[in-house]
T-cell receptor, first 116, second 120 residues
Framework: GAVVSQHPSWVICKSGTSVKIECRSLDFQATTMFWYRQFPKQSLMLMATSNEGSKATYEQGVEKDKFLINHASLTLSTLTVTSAHPEDSSFYICSARDRGQGYEQYFGPGTRLTVT | AQKVTQAQTEISVVEKEDVTLDCVYETRDTTYYLFWYKQPPSGELVFLIRRNSFDEQNEISGRYSWNFQKSTSSFNFTITASQVVDSAVYFC?????????????????FGQGTILTVHP
């Protein structure tokens, strides 16, 4: 089946630094990827939609200058959390839409970010 | 705007009991998809089912069954003869269909989740 990977699976960083999270579709092409954030004991909230070769579309309330998204190829999207603060600590999950399979969507395993 | 409501925050049952997780949704779209996902403690989302708005047939997969009723905007999930391994957070989600304008297709709106604990 289709597989989406995320790297790293967990990361601890200091306040003020930037962290990059990668989302890869391993065996299919994804023109669209989605980034979600999940705070402890809460639901998943969509942050942005990443389209290959164009700018990401951010949901209301999400700072695009803080959460930089780059979808440079059909198999890779990256989310960079710039100048991270403790309140950015969360579980970040990506999903990728397979354009070759009726637009099925597959989720990555998630990245747990802790900002100290 | 789309909305998904899972009114049950937590459910606790004893093994072998049947349990139903409720999901009520709101959307103005005529074409949409409904999903259920399981999230075990590892955090990875496990896809359980997808249902499109034109298919109201109930579905059964092993111990899992789903009841989709457009008249009440509900998409409930039942686990029969629950097992300890069913303990997880379960999310109901909604997305627009492919003819809804393109840019929003695939964006999932999740419910708040229901924490299911199955005791031995």
């Amino acid at each position: 089946g289709a597989v989406v990977s995320q790297h790293p699976s967990w990361v601890i960083c200091k306040s003020g630094t930037s962290v990059k999270i990668e989302c890869r579709s391993l065996d299919f092409q994804a023109t669209t990827m989605f980034w979600y954030r999940q705070f402890p004991k809460q639901s998943l909230m969509l942050m942005a939609t990443s389209n290959e070769g164009s700018k990401a579309t951010y949901e209301q309330g999400v700072e695009k200058d803080k959460f930089l998204i780059n979808h440079a190829s059909l198999t890779l999207s990256t989310l960079t959390v710039t100048s991270a603060h403790p309140e950015d600590s969360s579980f970040y999950i990506c999903s990728a839409r397979d354009r070759g399979q009726g637009y099925e969507q597959y989720f990555g395993p998630g990245t747990r970010l802790t900002v100290t | 705007a789309q909305k998904v409501t899972q009114a049950q925050t937590e459910i606790s049952v004893v093994e072998k009991e049947d349990v139903t997780l409720d999901c009520v949704y709101e959307t103005r779209d005529t074409t949409y998809y409904l999903f259920w996902y399981k999230q075990p403690p590892s955090g990875e989302l496990v896809f359980l089912i997808r249902r499109n708005s034109f298919d109201e047939q109930n579905e059964i997969s092993g111990r899992y069954s789903w009841n989709f009723q457009k008249s009440t905007s509900s998409f409930n999930f039942t686990i029969t003869a629950s097992q300890v391994v069913d303990s997880a957070v379960y999310f109901c989600a909604l997305s627009e269909g492919p003819n809804a304008g393109g840019t929003s297709y695939g964006k999932l709106t999740f419910g708040q989740g229901t924490i299911l604990t199955v005791h031995p």
